[in-house]
């Protein structure tokens, strides 16, 4: 079984200024990770994925999260966010065989002017 | 390419009565998978469906059941509604089969149960 902790619930952050969403995961088996983001009042987009190769990975909207597998981490940055920004985002594992998605709570974005 | 769709978008239901959510997958998807996420939380995963078999359940109670069709769309049941049934209810499909790695979510239905 696989869980997985986003350590804040809410990131207040000022535009333009960067910002690290925080993912913990466990697993007794190697997985998949993912972010996915939820702008209010719908569904799920995928922002990036880590599946195997560079620890590095790049996603939609200037995004980028590191793998870190000593640390068992997945931490989310962006070098400078927009207000468009403004979101719930979700960091998520899944198990190689049946990728079935184990979900974080969420933090909550919140970019200001 | 069409991405996932799911229908309705918003339901009102009392308790004790049973619903049927719908949910078209990506084109050239096989397997869809239906999730729950209550008010404020993480998406919880209920059931997947693989070439109209179910395969993989989370911890849910039998009154949540479903189909998957040769089209590859697929139907959540929810019987006897409970209010804490009150959720979004996603539904993502993803290609490759089983070991497929990537899911697409649809924009959710939100169901109320007063």
């Known amino acids: 079984a696989q869980s997985v902790t986003q350590l804040d619930s809410q990131v207040p952050v000022f535009e333009e200024a960067p910002v690290e969403l925080r993912c913990n995961y466990s697993?007794?088996?190697?997985?998949?990770l993912f972010w996915y983001v939820q702008y209010p009042n719908q569904g799920l987009q995928l922002l990036l994925k880590?599946?195997?190769?560079?620890?590095l990975v790049k996603g939609i909207n200037g995004f980028e999260a590191e793998f870190n597998k000593s640390q068992t981490s997945f931490h989310l940055r962006k070098p400078s966010v927009h207000i468009s920004d403004t979101a719930e985002y979700f960091c998520?594992?899944?198990?190689?065989?049946?990728?079935?998605?184990?979900f974080g709570k969420g933090t909550m974005l919140l970019v200001s002017p | 390419e069409t991405g996932v769709t799911q229908s309705p978008t918003h339901l009102i239901k009392t308790r004790g009565q049973q619903v049927t959510l719908r949910c078209s997958s990506q084109?050239?998807?096989?397997?869809v998978s239906w999730y729950q996420q209550a008010l404020g939380q993480g998406p919880q995963f209920i059931f997947q469906?693989?070439?109209?078999?179910?395969?993989g359940r989370g911890n849910f109670p039998p009154r949540f059941s479903g189909l998957q069709f040769p089209n590859y769309s697929s139907e959540l049941n929810v019987n006897a509604l409970e209010l804490d049934d009150s959720a979004l209810y996603l539904c993502a499909s993803r290609g490759g089969g089983l070991s497929g790695d990537t899911q697409y979510f649809g924009p959710g239905t939100r169901l109320t149960v007063l």
């Open positions: 469906y693989y070439r109209e078999e179910e395969n």
């Open positions: 697993s007794s088996v190697s997985v998949y």
């Open positions: 084109s050239g998807h096989n397997t």
């Open positions: 998520a594992v899944s198990d190689m065989r049946y990728s079935t998605l184990t």
């Open positions: 880590y599946l195997s190769g560079s620890t």
